[in-house]
């Protein structure tokens, strides 16, 4: 009882921390190059509904079964996408979360494209809404150094800024958030959609008799 007591301490610490987590996935320069020179076949596919995302473009990486099952296209672009480079990826971002104490499956994992002189929305990523997730943010291709990405908290503060390469960024509830490309090449993000146990949970997974 005593160590379960501690352990649910320690998750609550740990909530507390990711409210301002940053964690940065190890810099993987060669594989950043590949997804600049991914073929534009991979960038044909457009999941996104919402008019905010009319001039960006998405791969899916990691998708909930129900979608693969029911979009054909999305088990095709599964099966063409995840490249030795993708599954590098996903590891590292992996690795990250249990380095950083971030428990849980990733339901979710999408590279958007915004290219020169194109732009995200301002919107509001209500993906999973309605569920317990969290969502995080990982630029891996920066066509410059301005600022262009745009967010602003529940609070009214705003930030624009130019996020680090390979930074996951996690993003709070009913964050507003919009990005505009002014550099001469490609800007590619990666968002990840996660969902979350507690520490207490996670050890008794990793310590269940199978």
Aim: hydrophobic letters at 35%; glycine letters at 4%; proline letters at 5%.
């Amino acid at each position: 009882m005593a160590f379960e007591s501690a352990m649910d301490s320690v998750d609550r610490r740990l909530i507390l921390k990711e409210t301002v987590t940053v964690c940065q996935v190890p810099e993987r320069p060669e594989i950043t190059r590949r997804f600049r020179e991914l073929s534009e076949d991979f960038w044909k596919i457009q999941k996104f509904d919402s008019p905010q995302f009319a001039e960006a473009e998405a791969i899916p990486l990691i998708t909930p079964s129900g979608e693969l099952e029911d979009e054909g296209i999305y088990k095709t672009f599964m099966t063409n996408a995840v490249s030795t480079d993708v599954s590098t990826l996903m590891n590292s971002i992996e690795t990250t979360f249990q380095t950083s104490s971030i428990f849980g499956a990733i339901l979710r994992c999408v590279l958007v494209r915004v290219r020169s002189g194109k732009k995200i929305y301002p919107h509001i990523d209500d993906t999973f809404l309605g569920t317990d997730h969290e969502i995080y943010r990982m630029q891996l291709v920066s066509s410059t150094d301005k600022p262009f990405w745009t967010t602003t908290d529940s609070l009214g503060g705003k930030k624009c800024l130019s996020p680090a390469l390979y930074e996951m960024r996690r993003l709070p509830h009913r964050l507003i958030q919009s990005e505009e490309n002014p550099g001469l090449n490609d800007n590619i993000h990666a968002l990840i959609y996660i969902q979350r146990v507690t520490a207490t949970q996670e050890l008794a997974r990793l310590t269940a008799v199978t």
